[in-house]
């Protein structure tokens, strides 16, 4: 596991924090992965063009990101491609059913001070615990 490294995780939140304000203070839209992705995937979509530079950036951060510090991305999963789409494709499914993504929820959403935003990080939170708890102590 990679060392907790606070200057790097402080400039990462602070481009989440400005990215996510920006893109609210200039468009009016919260930054949730989910729904910006959702919103490519319709047909109608009026707003397909920021949709896809934002998309595209995030895409784009991680590349520049890979070519920077490789080392920082880990080796090789041990998990199957397909049980990785499937998992993916899960995700997408969760994130419809609950309303947004931790990304909509915890980042944008806690920031507004959210009832529903509170309620939904509060959750991601236990279960990703319970999901850590079990895999490393219940299922070896």
Do not use: K, N
Not at 38 to 61: N, Q, Y
Not at 82 to 101: D, F, M, Q, S
Request: net charge positive; hydrophobic share 50%; aromatic share 6%.
């Amino acid at each position: 596991m990679i060392e907790f490294t606070p200057i790097a995780s402080t400039l990462g939140g602070l481009l989440i924090g400005t990215a996510s304000a920006t893109l609210l203070l200039l468009h009016g839209r919260v930054a949730g992965i989910s729904g910006i992705v959702g919103g490519l995937m319709e047909p109608s979509t009026a707003d397909r063009s920021w949709r896809a530079a934002f998309l595209l950036g995030l895409l784009a951060a991680g590349a520049v990101a890979y070519a920077v510090v490789p080392a920082r991305f880990g080796g090789e999963s041990s998990t199957s491609p397909v049980w990785l789409v499937i998992a993916g494709l899960l995700v997408g499914v969760g994130t419809r059913l609950g309303g947004g993504c931790t990304s909509g929820h915890g980042v944008c959403g806690m920031s507004r001070l959210s009832p529903r935003s509170l309620t939904a990080t509060a959750i991601f939170m236990v279960v990703a615990m319970a999901t850590v708890f079990t895999t490393r102590h219940l299922v070896s």
